[in-house]
């Protein structure tokens, strides 16, 4: 059950980025994706799903820190606040754990043969055309959104994310079957740039973020739509550095799947464009999108 690694090496200016398939990642992502109540006839796998449902989403507002928290009221010394959360903590463990356990076996012999195919086949895309492009995109990535990249970033590559979305930043978690090809290239710098966006404000540098979110506030615009805007800015980013550096056909995810328009900002990859090149500043871009997402705003919802 050894976990597959792959080192891309950084640049100057880029990540050094361990990209890690682990079988039994895949294994806790496929059991946690099949609740709470999946149409399958295989006892073991039900007791599986309903071990791992509780264990992630017992019941309560707070996800699993209601039944940690508990704990506290109980403790006379600090010392034993972490003992008891330790407690508990580990109670979720040993509930995960017995999870994969009941489901292991089946998971070997009918499920992983063709999520290891699929794991292959990622790895392949990385290895191939992403592995040489990787530093130049993260490079403009930085430079274009005046970020900072952390110096080393772990990658895992999974199949039936529990996360509809098909990826996410922390820890940085990709299903190859939603993302192939290029698509799996404009995923990994988009999540790559969210952890370099978290790198960034923890060394206190402003990025373009802070330029979208003072014009935001100028126009008086509710706050929730500067991280709209920052976001819909990280999808025409990744997506133009996957066009410049790795294929020229490459289409934006957030083109393909209307997040644009959604985002009141139709005209968002032509606009990146011209920024990349030159043609229009920072400040230009910005003060087009807020007027956009103000102009969609007044609209209302679509
Ligand atoms: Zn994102």
Redesign the pocket.
């Given at each position: 059950m050894d976990p597959l690694r792959v080192e891309l090496a950084g640049g100057a200016h880029s990540p050094h980025v361990r990209i890690i398939a682990s079988p039994l990642y895949s294994l806790y992502h496929w059991v946690a994706g099949l609740g709470p109540m999946p149409a399958v006839d295989d006892p073991p796998l039900l007791e599986a799903v309903r071990l791992m449902t509780a264990a992630r989403f017992p019941r309560g507002r707070h996800g699993p820190w209601d039944r940690w928290e508990a704990a506290i009221p109980a403790a006379r010394t600090v010392d034993e606040v972490i003992q008891g959360l330790g407690d508990r903590q580990r109670e979720t463990a040993e509930q995960v754990g017995r999870a994969m356990e009941l489901a292991l076996p089946g998971f070997l012999s009918t499920v992983w043969p063709a999520q290891q195919s699929a794991l292959d086949e990622a790895v392949a895309t990385i290895q191939g055309p992403l592995a040489s492009a990787l530093p130049a995109m993260v490079q403009a990535q930085a430079e274009g959104l005046r970020l900072h990249f952390p110096d080393a970033v772990d990658v895992y590559l999974v199949v039936a994310c529990y996360d509809p979305?098909g990826?996410?930043?922390h820890p940085t978690t990709i299903d190859v079957t939603q993302y192939r090809g290029s698509a799996l290239g404009e995923s990994l710098l988009?999540?790559l740039?969210?952890v370099a966006d978290v790198e960034t404000s923890r060394r206190g540098s402003a990025s373009l973020k802070h330029e979208v979110s003072a014009a935001v506030e100028k126009q008086g615009l509710d706050g929730a739509i500067a991280w709209t805007l920052w976001?819909a800015v990280?999808?025409a980013s990744s997506g133009y550095q996957v066009r410049r550096f790795v294929d020229p056909a490459h289409g934006d995810y957030a083109e393909r799947r209307g997040l644009y328009r959604r985002f009141g900002l139709p005209g968002l990859a032509a606009a990146w464009s011209s920024y990349a090149t030159g043609a229009i500043s920072a400040h230009q871009l910005v003060d087009a999108l807020v007027a956009d997402a103000g102009s969609a705003a007044h609209r209302g919802p679509r």
């Open positions: 979305a990826a996410y930043s988009h999540e740039t969210h976001h990280i999808f």
